[in-house]
T-cell receptor, first 115, second 118 residues
Framework: NAGVTQTPKFQVLKTGQSMTLQCAQD?????MYWYRQDPGMGLRLIYY???????DKGEVPNGYNVSRLNKREFSLRLESAAPSQTSVYFC??????????????FGSGTRLTVV | AQKITQTQPGMFVQEKEAVTLDCTYD???????LFWYKQPSSGEMIFLIY??????QNATEGRYSLNFQKARKSANLVISASQLGDSAMYFC???????????????FGKGTKLSVKP
């Protein structure tokens, strides 16, 4: 089925370990996003890529890096995981943000626990 | 400043009754879009309904309707004839146009947890 695919679905890390969350979309969307969801906080934007070859910081970028590998793939890397990064991570994609009437398609999420 | 405000952390509704979930927003951009997403306990984000700032009529999608009051900057979600499967977290979100200087990203409220009672 067409959509956004995130891997892994679950992950437990020790403090200081690194990992990369993978995201791929097959809808030919230009823009891709990484959000984190914490209880009572809604979804907060970590990084986004408006188009292939560009990335920009969102609301909560500290402790993360991203790579827009090609039009389909957008990865999120935690270089040295901290307990504060325990969260549910969502990848999303959309048409270009030129107009406001395009919503996002979300992946199924990655539940990350840092101990 | 918070751009999307959902003032109801949790709500209960009786099965088959209607329920309104509140959402207010803040923007100076004349062109924007308002969205509602549902997140059931399984965790996925499901798009429900969209309202454009220039749309003259309130959006409807099946049992979902959006009560759009532009002057009051509110975009409340109305669910008619609630079902047990409507129990979920509901998020209101806004996207501004990049032509107004915004990054054009989707900004979310903190959500309302709806519980439908049998």
């Amino acid at each position: 089925n067409a959509g956004v695919t995130q891997t892994p679905k679950f992950q437990v890390l020790k403090t200081g370990q690194s990992m990369t969350l993978q995201c791929a979309q097959d809808m030919n969307h230009n823009s891709m996003y990484w959000y984190r969801q914490d209880p009572g906080m809604g979804l907060r934007l970590i990084y986004y890529s408006a188009s292939e070859g560009t990335t920009d910081k969102g609301e909560v970028p500290n402790g993360y890096n991203v790579s827009r590998l090609n039009k389909r793939e957008f990865s999120l890397r935690l270089e040295s995981a901290a307990p504060s990064q325990t969260s549910v991570y969502f990848c999303a994609s959309s048409e270009s943000p030129g107009t406001a009437n395009y919503g996002y398609t979300f992946g199924s999420g990655t539940r990350l626990t840092v101990v | 400043a918070q751009k999307i405000t959902q003032t109801q952390p949790g709500m209960f509704v009786q099965e088959k009754e209607a329920v309104t979930l509140d959402c207010t927003y803040d923007t100076s951009d004349p062109s924007y879009g308002l969205f509602w997403y549902k997140q059931p306990s399984s965790g996925e984000m499901i798009f429900l309904i969209y309202q454009g700032s220039y749309d003259q009529q309130n959006a409807t999608e099946g049992r979902y309707s959006l009560n759009f009051q532009k002057a009051r900057k509110s975009a409340n979600l109305v669910i008619s004839a609630s079902q047990l499967g409507d129990s979920a977290m509901y998020f209101c979100a806004m996207r501004e146009s990049v032509y107004g200087g915004s990054q054009g990203n989707l900004i979310f409220g903190k959500g309302t947890k709806l519980s439908v009672k049998p």
